[in-house]
């Protein structure tokens, strides 16, 4: 069976009342002329109602969503919202997401934002359209507009009980409105299933093998490729022998430009084996740094930037002025993205004109890149997102569209491109290797006066990342960094009087750099939370009082978040390390803390461990979580993120490293790349505070950013020993022991 | 070359054209069954796990000619009269899938150790499913959906 997959709004609204978006099985030329059909007139300006909504003749809502569910929840959260806003059905309401054609550029699902950002936009132009509905009910009914009542897509008169439905005054047309951001939107106080605990309509087909995937998506005539990666980065392509593979059954062709060498073959697993078995000879690449000496290596990059990214007072003044002088240096290990499914995707040249399906997590940023890559105009070029599998970030699905795109023009066939497990641990992006040093003065009375911050990560933004075919193929390509927005929580929001945070902005880092869930976030908050509790020991002071001492008074919310976490946490006031630890396994508790970037969701977060003091083991026994992201959507959904935050986190924190020698990445699997197991689980308390009046804020990733400090300072409070250096494996732990 | 195999309670027939395809390939692309994923091909994450006459097995190490008459199930198979099993429903009860690449496996392991130890404690649990990796962070939520499957 070939699956022809793409949400087909047609099919979405014959399914009268379905849970699901159910997705065409009908061959491409006919989806391709219905999808014809709806481009034309839909808009995708983020200025138009009609750009996020529509609504059909039976009154069935179809979202347009720019923002895409990661397997995060955000799918049912923005329906939640939408069928809030204009009372109608949860039900009723389905959504096609991250088609370039059809969705409008709400950027990249990143950052915390689909729900604060993108769901937002989403829930304007809700309230937009039920204020224009009712404007023409009004007239319809000949009855003033603040005589209606709206409920499930019926809209009633108090007085006279005329009525007339969404579907009779819109069905099936355009609002044509512009989107009003003073539209008023519902009173919280109204929410009927904003804030409820929704179940996700995808969790049925997942556990039933009905879900379709990214890796499942096939179409008709369609080829599998396989890249042979340079088994160094920077090797460059000698020769091949065509002669080593064409008895696999099912090899059809090896493709090669420049360095981009690959094979075509009929089925998945004869790729597999013809990218395993293909003899090529490339040159030596030695481009890497001495993995025993990163830190060197990072500390003597060039510097091409400043980010003062705080300056408060006069920082140098305060630091020269008599007091406790403390420093500390603090370094993050280079990660991967781990995503359980290698990246997949396929592409399509038709006509002359590309459609390329991928889990992409910004399909109107790779549609670009694609159209770059190939020489495209841009209007030739559609990006179609399908679920995959959890990315994190910016992993390998928009390298393997690269690889499906350029495999499918050179064979002129519709290509699938599966990476191997050895592709994703070796060639997506990573997070870049990231070193901190932070220095404070502390007064006579126990004060901090003075707090500066040195951040040594790679220069760039949140830009695009350069895809690896183009890179090998020597195609057009951007050839800049684009690590993330890696400078966010290098400042802190505690007041005290002199702080100075600088970002010394790195010409270049070892590994093609991208972001990895809270990227920056997590590492500066590792160093600014860890070097805190440095603080709060060197004056004999409560760590927990410590933060709660210096958050501005004003901010009632984190204050509240403080005083919360020491309750379920049953924080114990004094200060650390703990002076009655005895034996071998010792117990310690760390807590941290967050405004997320300064401006948004709080967290709060106490981990308890449990140290080996012999082997250097530490066992994270429990974390307890306090969470205020203002509204919550839905409960399950930021409970979930939680969940996988702290886990997760756990799991970077703990164990992951990427190993490398001079030429190329040799941690390619999950034995040289582990990640945490189920013996090693945390038990969890999570304490979510609803704040229904105030704006939804992320919770993807602000959890994160707060583990590895908390970690570290209960290893401190255990042992009064201090790990400056994630992961935390039992070497470096027995060697922080040993130095106390 | 035909291969005969017995999967989900029905014979099947399969022509491959590689002997040393694994089991996984023939269950995704020559049976439909989009249970069983991919994710390492060298039986280290558990993706692909499907049970070999009741025991949790990495489908993607196994070549297709190895697996002979022994009883091939898979994540469909837990299903009767298209309604999901009790583990099935215990783990959709739970919501305990975020991305859900990995669930399949997950469940194919779990139900192998509910079909030996219907109650079993936390300790064995974790133990049970140590050999499967699950990256978005449900591991408490999926320990949580396997205790509800066993207590139901």
Known sequence: MNVHLKPSRRDILKGTGALVVAFSLTPPSEALAFVGDAAIGKPVALDQVDTFLAVDDKGLVTVYSGKVDLGTGIRIGIQQIVAEELDVPLANVSTIEGDTTLTPDQGPTFGSLSIQSGGMQIRQAAATARSALLDQAAQRLGVAKDDLTVADGIITAKSGGGRVTYAELIGGKNFSLKLDPAAPAKNPADYKIVGKPVPRRDIPEKLTGKFTYMQDFRLPGMLHGSVVRPPTLGATLQSVDENSVKDIPGFVKIVREGNFLAVVTETEWAAVRAAREIKASWSNSDTLPDQAKLWDHVRATKIVGNDVTSNIGDSAAAMAADGKKLKATYDFAIHTHGSIGPSCAVAEFKDGKLTCWSASQATHNLRKQLAQMMSMPLDDVRCIYVDGAGCYGRNGHEDAAGDATLLAKLVGKPVRVQWSRADEHGWDPKGPPTLIDMRANIDASGNITAWEGDFFIPQGAAGMVDLVAATLSNRPADNKLSPGGIVNDSAIGYKIPNIKTVCRRLETTPFRPSWIRAPGRMQNTFANESFLDEIAAAINVDPLELRVKYTDPADKRGLEVLDRLAKVAKWEKRPSPRKDATGNVVQGRGVSYVKYELVRTYVGLVADVEVDRTSGDVRVKKIYVVHDCGQIINPNGVRAQIEGNVIQTVSRTMKEEIMFDRGMITSLDWASYPILRFSELPELVIELIDRPTEKPWGAGEPTSALVSSAIANAIFDATGARVRSVPFKPEKVKAALRST | ?152
């Open chain 2, 1 to 152: 070359m035909k291969v005969s195999l017995h999967v989900n309670g029905k014979a099947e027939e399969v022509e491959i054209a590689d002997p040393s395809t694994p089991l996984l390939y023939v269950l995704r692309d020559n049976l439909q069954l989009h249970g069983p994923r991919f994710g390492c091909g060298l039986g280290q994450c558990g993706a692909c796990m499907v049970h070999i006459d009741g025991r949790a097995t990495f489908s993607c190490v196994m070549p297709v000619t190895a697996v002979g008459d022994r009883k091939v199930t898979t994540l469909e198979g837990l299903m009767t009269d298209g309604k999901p099993g009790k583990l099935q429903q215990a783990f959709i009860d739970e919501e305990a899938a975020q991305c859900g690449y990995c669930i399949s496996g997950m469940v194919m392991q779990a139900q192998a150790l509910l079909n030996k130890t219907p109650n079993p404690t936390d300790e064995q649990i974790r133990r049970h499913m140590e050999p499967n990796l699950c990256r978005c962070g449900t591991h408490v939520a999926i320990m949580r959906a396997i205790k509800r499957a066993a207590v139901a």
